[in-house]
């Protein structure tokens, strides 16, 4: 069974451009998860997904992060226009019921502006 | 709110030595508890988890965690490290409050050196 896989791995960007991060859950899994690690800090919750609704969105910094997961599947997560203050690792993870089910991670994209 | 302590940035610690990473936690309740594991290059990796019953926890690679509800902690331990060991850790709670659904609370993460 594939594990989560997120693209691209890194990533470096000026300040102003666009990034659009990807994230493949686990097949069969219906909740996924964006967490971020700015550098130096905590890795943080930014939003859940149950299917293709967000259940949960109270982590997403401010309305240049754009998240979607339409059919389902995989997710992506936009940043537009991206901000120095938005490098850090960006993790997805996925699990197959919410609540106490464990929660498989991915490699994470590491995001540099510049 | 919930939080959690990893009141150790970096340990270094000698081949073959045994190893206990720190973890306090806050919440009212019976908490959800996980101990991850990032390697260099890799994603977070599952070591244990603790949700009820017997508060010592077995998980992958020799470690292994106590759940202790007077100290509110869930300390990670293994009893001869190795070299492969090396990564940084990071133990995390179940958001329970709110509209939460199972997000993840992390520490601040141990970074672990292992010397030869």
């Known amino acids: 069974e594939a594990g989560v896989t997120q693209f691209p791995s890194h990533s470096v960007i000026e300040k102003g451009q666009t990034v659009t991060l990807r994230c493949d859950p686990i097949?069969?899994?219906?909740?996924l998860y964006w967490y971020r690690r700015v550098m130096g800090k905590e890795i943080k919750f930014l939003l859940h997904?149950?299917?293709?609704?967000?259940?949960?969105e109270s982590g997403m910094p401010n309305n240049r992060f754009l998240a979607e997961r339409t059919g389902g599947t995989y997710s992506t997560l936009k940043v537009q226009p991206a901000e120095l203050e938005d490098s850090g690792v960006y993790f997805c993870?996925?699990?197959?019921?919410?609540?106490?089910?464990?929660?498989?991670f991915g490699p994470g994209t590491r995001l540099l502006v510049l | 709110a919930q939080s959690v302590t990893q009141p150790d940035i970096h340990i270094t610690v000698s081949e073959g030595a045994s190893l206990e990473l720190r973890c306090n936690y806050s919440?009212?309740?019976?908490?959800?508890l996980f101990w991850y594991v990032q390697s260099p290059g890799q994603g977070l990796q599952l070591l244990l988890k603790?949700?009820?019953?017997?508060?010592l926890v077995q998980g992958i690679k020799g470690f292994e965690a106590e759940f202790k509800r007077s100290q509110s902690s869930f300390n990670l331990r293994k009893p001869s490290v190795h070299w492969s060991d090396a990564a940084e850790y990071f133990c995390?709670?179940?958001?329970?409050?709110?509209?939460?659904?199972?997000?993840?609370?992390f520490g601040k993460g141990t970074k672990l050196s292992v010397k030869p």
């Open positions: 993870a996925s699990s197959r019921i919410a609540g106490g089910e464990t929660q498989y």
């Open positions: 097949s069969g899994h219906d909740n």
């Open positions: 603790y949700f009820s019953g017997d508060t």
């Open positions: 997904f149950v299917k293709e609704s967000k259940q949960d």
């Open positions: 995390a709670v179940r958001d329970n409050y709110g509209g939460s659904q199972g997000n993840l609370i």
């Open positions: 919440y009212g309740a019976t908490p959800y």
